[in-house]
């Protein structure tokens, strides 16, 4: 066997790199890694080519799927109501909690959620494993035993795998970095997709981070080729794909055909998707600023224009259509602040839910009641909305890039948030939580990129603040050196940041560049 681990051993990680296991690894990234890194390639040809001729449109040899009359795959039983969905990483104690805080889905976030340490990457499947089967349990060092509930219905279970672009060093397949989404989608299928089928759910995926219809088609490929390889019937999985990328915004529909015998739906990531509209158009000029993060609601033009175009898509193929997430996190010790912001959640899952979304994300087990409540309201007797086919809204390529009514100067305030906020997620990034509890919200990977690409756009763009002070390198090292900040990875956070916020050549995903510097 051509397949070496070289992370460290990890508590029952004997459990799930089984030599079955490895073995079914290496098929999947023999078989599908050079697919992948072609497709990274065209990437940045694409990328290249926006930014040469300033334009990104719809496909024209893909007309005929877009006009086309077909449908997805009829959902599960247990995907054909996804009213509220809880995102969560696959630490013990927080994936006990969502399995039982009443949401319909939980979504197991090895991605944005998950600092790719090897422990979590092993670790997160020995709890999947244990959830799947019913055996998790955990006890609090205060004495505290958190257990899966028998008194009302698990959340089922729905994995986030990391994106196409991030390797895993610790699982060299024929001497080269294995595939990291092949890895953490591999053993959660090689483990428990025959489980999953035996108690009545599935194996179920959110695939984020995609750019084209092509990298859709890759995922299909492995999905078809994991199911054969097991014997799992063809068409068993089903796969919900985040549009969080501008230009797969573009592609909603092809994505979802070339997934149709396994897609379950589309997600409306709006972090992320911001992160995408920044990095996407950073030397586009002034019509592509974007003002402070908090200043850019889902209100503005060109996010109405993505998300209704997502749920016109959606519905037109019988495919699901999920809302973005609510990231608060509510206090007891700041009744006002909460207060204030449970509005701002209900506001927006309201505008979801009149917009025809089948569902949509929380981050805290308190949220679940408050979301559940609206959609409760929204779908009567129905599980979804399927039915609302929204024939009002059209295609409209303008309106996905109309920041006109965005643009504004950011503020001082601004790019100091964007420096702290960036420098205290990557601390706790870099210390092995993704999933980071930062000014009342729960932040995951795409909040440190919207921080950082906005930096790095006001700094190479020229531009100037409210104040008419310009951004520059200088200021920005001023801001990284005064946040207070503690604990052993301060200095690396701070380094980090520097780097992938003013260097001259644009890091695609800080991800990348950090993860060097973990375990």
Known sequence: MSVIVEGPQIERGEEVLTEAALDFLAGLHRRFASVRAELLRRRAERRAEVARTGRLGFLPETAAIRDGDWQVAPAPPDLVDRRVEITGPTERKMMINALNSGAKVWLADLEDANTPHWRNVVAGQVNLRDAVRGDASFENP?????????????????VRPRGWHLDERHVLVDGEPSVGALVDFGLHFFHNA???????SGPYFYLPKMESHLEARLWNDVFTHAEAELGIPHGTVRATVLIETIPAAFEMA????????????????????????????????????????????????????????????????GAFA???????????????????????????????????????????????????EIFDAALGERPNQLDRGREDVHPDADGLLDLRATVAPPTAAGLQANVSVGLRYLVSWLAGNGAAAIDNLMEDAATAEISRSQVWQWVHGGVHLDTGEPVTAGRVRELVA??????????DARRLFAQVALDDEFVDFLTL????LID
């Open 482 to 491: 005064a946040e207070p900040l503690a604990g052993p990875h301060a200095d």
């Open 142 to 158: 205060d004495g505290r035993v958190y257990r899966l509930r028998d008194d009302a219905p698990l959340a089922t279970i729905v």
């Open 254 to 317: 092809e994505i979802l055909y070339e997934l149709r015998e396994h897609a379950s739906g589309l997600n409306a990531g709006r972090w992320d998707y911001l992160f995408s509209m920044i990095k996407y158009f950073r030397d586009a000029g002034p019509d592509f600023v974007l003002p402070d993060r908090a200043a850019v609601t889902m209100t503005a033009p060109f996010m109405r224009s993505y998300t209704e175009q997502l749920v016109r898509t959606c519905h037109a193929h």
């Open 513 to 516: 560049a950090a993860y060097p």
């Open 194 to 200: 025959r489980a999953l089928l035996d108690s009545g």
């Open 322 to 372: 999920m809302g973005g997430m609510a990231a608060f996190i509510p206090s007891r010790r700041d009744p006002e602040v909460t207060e204030r912001a449970l509005a701002k959640v209900r506001e927006d899952k309201q505008r979801e839910a009149d917009d025809g979304f089948d569902g949509s994300w929380v981050a805290h087990p308190d949220l679940v009641p408050l979301c559940r």
